[in-house]
């Protein structure tokens, strides 16, 4: 069938990007058993790979009716047609460092030997930069450095892939005197000190898909004290989001399988240089 010119077979998202991008897109219009079961399968890409009709629906609180519908409304004839793009993804983020390596040095044996990948590299942080900065809302920005300037303490957590960053932020943190807890502890004790958290500090909290289980626990112990979160993460259906006062979406560009954090670590500084700024500014009012 043809609708516009184009195939309903064309319109179907062909892949895991493609559909992630096409369910954002959508999601302020789907029904609302449709986008509960939309946000499920975002948040939790591997269960719907590999799981069964009735196991997801039951981790997702719909009907098994509702997967079928769900797959139907993104132009898939069926659960099982839909869930091979979450296989087919399974797969691609499965190959090894080996593997991924291997792809780079094809690309530098193409091209210009080991300056090929550094202009890979290059590439991908340029792209997801400019990206950022056409996306960056500037209400959020300014909502996010009042949230945090006016917090006794700025709690950071992140683990993972996202680590690199909250560690220059904590560090970024001390070196403006900022009274600053970046949430990390050999002994486990990472409970321990969210629990003194209260609603005068404030959360930057930071994780992508897959999301770190750990950064996601930590921010519902500490959202459920009441303290207000600022969160980094890349998209509306990030378990974060739910707990954010103010979040951001950051989406890093990727080269031979190794994705980019230049984005994310220029939100990151962006807002901790001028929570400082905004805090000096407060500091020579009073004193005025």
Partial sequence: MAVGGATMDERVPR???????????RRHSLPKRIAQIAAYALDNPDDIAFGTAASIAASAGVQPSTLIRFAQQFGFDGFTSLQQ???ERLRERNSSYDERLAALRAKAEE???????FDG???????SL?????????THFEEAIALLAKAETIYVLAKRRSY?????????LGKLKIRNQLVESAAGLNAEMIAFATPRDAVIAISFSPYAPATIDETRLIAEQGV???AITDSSFSPLAQFAKVWFEVAEADFGGFRSLSATMALAMALTVAVGEKRRDAGR???A
């Fill in 15 to 25: 892949d895991f990007e493609t559909l992630r991008t096409t369910i954002l897109e």
């Fill in 85 to 87: 793009v979450f296989r």
């Fill in 285 to 287: 009012k009073r004193k």
């Fill in 130 to 138: 400019s990206d950022i900065s056409r996306a960056l809302n500037d």
């Fill in 111 to 117: 091209g210009a030997g080991h300056r090929a990948i």
């Fill in 228 to 230: 207000p979160i600022v």
């Fill in 164 to 172: 690199p960053v909250a560690s220059y932020i904590a560090y970024a």
């Fill in 121 to 127: 590299f290059v590439a991908a942080a340029s792209t």
